[in-house]
């Protein structure tokens, strides 16, 4: 199999801040590859390298076998975008943004006709397609947006937050969406996001905080960094048992929130055999599965969630403030 | 990649880029309308409030007669500057993107908001003449080709203006305060509302060194070919701007507005290369 996206040594400098710097990674072709980090980590900065909006400052990079500085018609004729936020026309109907949209990519008239049809059965836009966009919910937009980045047959699609925004059932189906439409015609697909629920989605991640890469593996691998499940107990006798934990399994735990938590490979055939052995009472025991928050804050010390949380209040609230009269 | 195959790419960034403004002019009604309500409003209220007070200028030409070509420029004008205005609001509501990373050039992305609101300044400057027989001007087939002509000159060089700010401009908020700063002012003292010749020395001047001027003059004398306009030996005259003692033909004037347009479209095609 041949790389999709080959990045070698990538910088981007804006003046006084280094976005990203000295970044490589490579995405096979077909692969569904994320890249995992807070708002501010780059993310977009190298989306925007990649797809020739933003010259690097430094290295190079390659998408679908042309470099991103030196052949950039070829790249572009090669790629679909779905940006952060909405780049529909909202003076257009659908069909319209998709027919402007297909033109623009010298698509045939023929293809052109078949493709839209295809495209909005599927993505549940067909009756609405007259419809101005004015009228569309968040959700349609960014659905009539991934038809329109998928409309040309492009090798690359390129996602950036693609459910940023959306309601939980509206994320859902664009994920429902998107993995349906990578099934059936293997493009690749790079994606940002800082929802880890939806990094799970991808075949490997590339962690990105500050303008690099700290970890990059199958969501398996990383997982396994934090070194298995992790298990939350809730006692009396909090000392007593991370004593016991401590002397017996030479395990560390965190006392968070009135509860110990710890991690543990194969915590499902430790905790029977913790339990019957410890003399100590005990309330309630949970086992969960790591997740990508967990590697998060393993690998950088920090939570991903709270900045996203806050980071999305604000984008949402200078989106509102700067809607037209 | 061949010549062909470029020239082709360039050549459809071009038009779909207009067609889209064409498109969007369909679908935006009250543009269209109020592009045309606002001279017609200019016209009857400033001809009505100063064509007896003024009086005629020549023997044919009244305020009206003189008043209605400057507002055909006028609508030109001001319909023009809306590619820049579109491209600011493209940007601001991110649809410029769309264009950035489709595989067309930099140049067609200008070429085409440049024709696509020069062709809709232009319909909608010729649109205008349907009021000639209310004004009392009749109209050959002749004098419409070379008003089109001319008008296209016009709405070329005044989008040029437009796309030169707009690399520039964030907002549309900045654009619409350049426009009520700059281009309000310039057309006003273009000469569309009284005759440049004949006015104090400092309006003169500046109204003069304005471009705008030679292209409402060069509508006035293209529109004005079939009435008499001589007015009395030692009197400034109403058509043709007087310049050190020359009075320009409409050659002139469309050589003047012309350079100043080229000028614009190439720091427009050279400003938008290098920032978008």
């Known amino acids: 199999m041949t790389d999709s996206i080959i990045v070698d040594g990538l910088s981007k400098r804006f003046k006084n801040l280094e976005a990203v710097r000295d970044v490589s990674f490579s995405v096979k072709e077909g692969e569904v590859f994320g890249f995992l980090g807070p708002n501010g980590a780059g993310k977009t900065t190298t989306i925007n390298v990649l797809c020739t909006l933003l010259k690097p400052s430094g290295g190079s990079a390659q998408v679908a076998g042309f470099d991103v500085v030196r052949q950039q018609t070829q790249v572009r004729r090669s790629i679909g975008l779905v940006f952060q936020d909405t780049t529909l026309d909202e003076y257009l109907t659908a069909e319209q943004n998709l027919r402007f949209h297909a033109y623009a990519y010298g698509v045939s008239r023929k293809l052109t006709n078949y493709r839209i049809e295809e495209l909005l059965k599927l993505l549940e836009l067909w009756d609405r397609r007259k419809q101005s966009i004015r009228e569309y919910s968040g959700g349609m937009k960014r659905r009539l947006e991934l038809a329109r980045g998928l409309l040309h047959h492009p090798r690359v699609l390129f996602l950036d937050e693609p459910s940023l925004g959306l309601d939980p059932q509206a994320r859902h189906k664009i994920w429902e969406y998107v993995l349906d439409l990578h099934r059936n015609d293997d493009t690749t697909i790079f994606m940002t996001t800082h929802y880890m629920d939806e990094a799970e989605h991808c075949d490997r991640i590339a962690v990105i905080d500050n303008g690099g890469i700290i970890a990059l593996g199958t969501p398996e691998e990383l997982k396994r960094k934090v070194g298995g499940d992790v298990i939350t107990l809730k006692s009396n006798d909090k000392e007593s048992i991370q004593k016991e934990l401590r002397e017996k399994y030479s395990i560390e735990s965190e006392l968070k929130d009135d509860a110990i938590t710890f991690t543990v490979s194969e915590g499902d055939k430790f905790l029977p055999e913790f339990v019957r052995a410890s003399t100590q009472p005990m309330q309630s025991i949970s086992i969960r599965r790591p997740t990508l928050d967990d590697v998060f804050l393993k690998l950088t010390g920090h939570a991903i969630r709270d900045e996203a949380a806050d980071a999305q209040v604000n984008l949402r609230g200078g989106k509102w403030g700067s809607r037209r009269r | ?276």
Request: net charge positive; glycine share 8%.
């Open chain 2, 1 to 276: 990649m061949g010549v062909a195959a470029a020239m082709n790419d360039f050549v459809r960034g071009v038009w779909v880029v207009a067609y889209r403004e064409f498109l969007r002019l369909l679908r935006d009604r009250a543009r269209f309308v109020s592009a045309f309500a606002m001279p017609l409003l200019f016209l009857v209220i400033f001809g009505a409030g100063f064509n007896r007070s003024v009086g005629p200028l020549s023997e044919d030409v009244d305020y009206i007669k003189f008043v209605y070509p400057g507002l055909i420029a006028q609508t030109v004008f001001m319909v023009s500057m809306f590619a820049g205005l579109s491209v600011v609001w493209d940007r601001e509501f991110g649809f410029l993107r769309e264009l950035l990373i489709a595989p067309i050039s930099r140049s067609s992305i200008v070429f085409g908001k440049i024709l696509g609101a020069a062709g809709i300044a232009v319909f909608q400057g010729l649109l205008m003449l349907v009021l000639a027989p209310v004004v009392g001007v009749p109209l050959s087939v002749l004098t419409v080709l070379k008003l089109a002509v001319l008008l296209i000159v016009l709405s070329v060089s005044l989008s040029s203006i437009g796309m030169a700010l707009a690399s520039r401009l964030r907002t549309q908020q900045g654009f619409q305060i350049f426009i009520q700063i700059f281009m309000f002012p310039a057309v006003f003292i273009s000469g569309v509302l009284f005759p440049v010749n004949d006015v104090p020395r400092w309006l003169e001047v500046v109204s003069k060194v304005n471009p705008l001027t030679y292209g409402v003059d060069a509508v006035r004398q293209v529109f004005l070919t079939s009435q008499t306009v001589t007015v009395a030996s030692g009197e400034p005259p109403i058509l043709g701007i007087v310049f050190f003692s020359h009075t320009t033909t409409v050659f002139i004037d469309i050589a003047v507005l012309g350079l100043f347009g080229a000028a614009m479209f190439f720091i427009a095609l050279w400003m938008f290369n290098r920032q978008a």
